[in-house]
């Protein structure tokens, strides 16, 4: 009888935990299908990290000594767009808001449920991964991130290093 209870316990854990995997998974699916934010800046993942050969720590500066990896303050982006080039018609932003002396007002989009804890140090200094390892090829992309990026999210991602 005892046995009987301790196989009956085992299997509704894996029921449970199957169920509860399946739902992040699934959560992950319908944050693909978000509608996308106006971020206030056209950024240009390409542009900066290709031509100008930018490294992501250079801009998101937390990302080796923090849980999140942040975004570039103002001063950051204004130290190379101080002087107007004229070729890219969103570079006045970048002067206006360090005019103002205000951050420029990103959108976060990607944000984990509350029971799940992510830390981009860990990851990043400690574990010395790369960070296309999880956000994929971010130098390809010429439009500023609007929407969750449902590999972040999916449990299945997370589980190919943490069984």
């Known amino acids: 009888m005892r046995r009987a209870w301790r196989l009956l316990k085992v299997v509704m854990l894996l029921v449970v935990g199957g169920v509860a995997g399946i739902g ?15 971020q206030p800046i056209a950024f240009n993942h390409a542009v900066h ?4 050969e930018i490294e ?9 000594t923090e849980v999140h990896a ?10 190379c767009h101080k002087e107007p080039e004229g070729k890219n018609p969103e570079e ?3 002067r206006e808001y360090a005019k103002k002396g205000v951050q420029i007002p990103w959108v976060k989009v990607n944000r984990n449920e509350g ?6 140090r860990a990851h990043v200094a400690i574990a010395k991964m790369e960070c296309e390892e999880c956000h994929g090829k971010i130098e390809d992309l010429t439009e ?16 190919d290093c943490h069984p």
Do not use: N, W
């Not at 029971?115 to 981009?120: A, G, L, P």
């Open 24 to 38: 992040v998974d699934r959560m992950a699916i319908q944050l693909s299908a978000s509608p996308s934010v106006a």
């Open 49 to 52: 990290v290709k031509q100008e």
């Open 56 to 64: 992501c720590a250079e801009c998101h500066r937390t990302a080796r």
């Open 70 to 79: 942040g975004f570039p303050g103002v001063k950051d982006c204004y130290d």
């Open 92 to 94: 006045p932003k970048v």
């Open 115 to 120: 029971h799940v804890f992510f830390s981009h």
């Open 144 to 159: 500023p991130v609007s929407r969750p990026v449902a590999a972040l999210h999916s449990m299945g991602a997370c589980m």
